[in-house]
């Protein structure tokens, strides 16, 4: 399998979401970069910039940065880690601390801080699993809000021929305090494609069960992300 077929896999979901029948309220197409330095052995920081549907959220616009603490690597993770280029995954455990700026049309501007720990796993047939705790601490015209996440990934590399991509699944509950109780819940479905030492695509699908509000909404989204990866430290 060449990069190109990587590549056109990507740019054919593209062409899917942006082709999708306007009457469709709820299928949403999500782009993401994110840009990581990686400092020394035990500290990184990364700028997201996305458009996201968060726990029910209408679609907006977030960015800001983030500033990650790991442990040592775990020879077992680095193996099972191969080929993808996020070295976080090779860590038994990431703390991370960040701020957002979230923006939406007609609507007054969020600020959120991001805490989060996310604890990695091998386990059998080379398979990987990413438990990751997260809080949100929002504050929108002066009110004050909070949700708790709890996302967990599954995944495994897989090589076809000299090439190697990165499928997964995930799971994540939304508790809302606005709400007082687990409102959303959703679904991925997706796939990770390593491009170079730098780069790396991540395609993918997602549904949301949304219990927030009612009457209850279902809603589809088609992601795009580019992962930009670099370091201070010789490899």
Known sequence: ???GFGLSLMTALLVLAFCLPARSQETQFLPEIDAHLELNSKLRVYVEAKNDRDGGDPTQFTIGPSIQF????????KRVKTFDLDDAKSRALVVEAGYRYIAAPD???EQRMVLAATSHFPIAAGFRLS????ADLDWKSGKFTW????????????????YHLIPYIAAEPFYESQYGKWSTTSLYAGCLFPVGKHVEFNTY???DNNTGKHPNQQVNSAGLALYLFFSLVEK
């Open 70 to 77: 790991y442990l040592k690597p775990l020879v077992k993770l």
């Open 107 to 109: 609507a007054p501007p």
């Open 205 to 207: 699908y997602e549904h």
């Open 1 to 3: 399998m060449s990069r």
């Open 131 to 134: 438990d990751r705790n997260r």
């Open 147 to 162: 949700r708790y996440r709890n996302k967990l990934t599954v995944e495994r590399t897989l090589g076809i021929r000299s």
